[in-house]
């Protein structure tokens, strides 16, 4: 299984992640926890959001850590990377999370203030 911090349609409750378990059963994506993380940016590209590292420890992002298998992990990659997106990894509590960034400029009047996909302004 591999760590992911997921910000947005991939939290659980959202669009993305009942895709994953629909497509690859049960177990295939699992929500073990939540964090903040510092450093980073939120913001709205439509349907679906972005982030991008910032300069600022005061720039914070609510993530949910999931796991997921393999394959359901290709897949993702695959579905990110044909989107705009880079792989990333960050290390919370000395593990490893990959995440997705996105590679674009983006307009701070798109920026969600709040860092987090589901209180979006």
């Given at each position: 299984?591999?760590?992911?911090?997921?910000?947005?349609?991939?939290?659980?409750?959202?669009?993305?992640?009942?895709?994953?378990?629909?497509?690859?059963?049960?177990?295939?994506?699992?929500?073990?926890?939540?964090?903040?993380?510092?450093?980073y940016?939120?913001?709205?590209?439509?349907?679906?959001?972005?982030?991008?590292?910032?300069?600022?420890?005061?720039?914070?992002?609510?993530?949910?850590?999931?796991?997921?298998?393999?394959?359901?992990?290709k897949?993702?990659?695959?579905?990110?990377?044909?989107?705009?997106?880079?792989?990333?990894?960050?290390?919370?509590?000395?593990?490893?999370?990959?995440?997705?960034?996105y590679?674009?400029?983006?307009?701070?009047?798109?920026?969600?203030?709040?860092?987090?996909?589901?209180?979006?302004?």
């Open positions: 299984m591999t760590k992911i911090l997921v910000y947005g349609t991939l939290r659980k409750g959202d669009y993305n992640f009942d895709r994953i378990l629909n497509s690859f059963g049960e177990g295939s994506i699992v929500k073990t926890g939540e964090t903040t993380l510092r450093g940016k939120l913001y709205n590209l439509g349907s679906y959001p972005g982030v991008v590292k910032s300069d600022s420890e005061n720039d914070i992002i609510v993530c949910d850590i999931v796991e997921v298998k393999e394959e359901a992990k897949f993702i990659d695959l579905m990110e990377l044909g989107s705009g997106y880079k792989i990333e990894t960050v290390v919370v509590d000395d593990v490893p999370h990959t995440i997705y960034e590679k674009h400029q983006l307009s701070e009047d798109r920026r969600i203030t709040t860092g987090d996909w589901f209180k979006r302004n």
